[in-house]
């Protein structure tokens, strides 16, 4: 058997399942039935939604497999989020290692409260 597509090879709309047959007990149902989602992705994109699955969505693992960097995995991981339709979300901004330390030093401190840390850690709270 061959696998099913969901782009039309000629102008790359989504192409409309309209038979479906039962090998069992020879019945076949006419209509417009959709691929779903997943027929929307490339060959390439399908393949490694099934790593990543294997993989247990775990990137790390889909790193060492595929042997690609994290920002690669990621930007492929991106990839196929937005085959299937929906919206990929920014990343926080990241804290630097030695600015993290250092705010964890002055809660530890008492410098600062645990709640100052959250906004620090997270971006969205500026330094006094």
Same mark, same amino acid.
């Given at each position: 058997m061959?696998? $099913?597509m969901?782009?039309?090879?000629?102008?790359?709309?989504?192409?409309?399942?309209?038979?479906?047959?039962?090998?069992?007990?020879?019945?076949?149902? !006419?209509g #417009?039935?959709?691929?779903?989602?997943?027929?929307?992705?490339?060959? !390439? #994109?399908? &393949?490694?939604?099934e790593?990543f699955?294997?993989?247990?969505?775990?990137?790390?693992? $889909?790193?060492? &497999?595929l042997?690609?960097?994290?920002?690669?995995?990621r930007?492929r991981?991106?990839?196929?989020?937005?085959?299937?339709?929906?919206e990929v979300k920014?990343?926080?901004?990241? $804290?630097?290692?030695? !600015?993290?330390?250092?705010?964890?030093?002055e809660?530890? !401190?008492?410098?600062?409260?645990?709640e100052? $840390?959250?906004?620090?850690? #997270?971006?969205?709270?500026g330094?006094?």
């Amino acid at each position: 058997m061959y696998p $099913v597509m969901g782009k039309c090879p000629v102008c790359g709309s989504t192409l409309t399942v309209t038979r479906l047959y039962c090998r069992h007990c020879d019945s076949a149902l !006419e209509g #417009q039935f959709s691929l779903g989602h997943f027929y929307q992705l490339s060959p !390439e #994109q399908l &393949e490694f939604l099934e790593t990543f699955v294997r993989c247990e969505g775990k990137i790390s693992w $889909v790193q060492q &497999e595929l042997g690609l960097s994290y920002p690669t995995v990621r930007s492929r991981l991106n990839d196929v989020i937005r085959g299937l339709g929906y919206e990929v979300k920014e990343e926080a901004p990241s $804290v630097a290692a030695s !600015e993290r330390k250092g705010i964890l030093s002055e809660l530890a !401190e008492g410098k600062i409260t645990s709640e100052e $840390v959250i906004k620090l850690l #997270q971006g969205s709270g500026g330094r006094k």
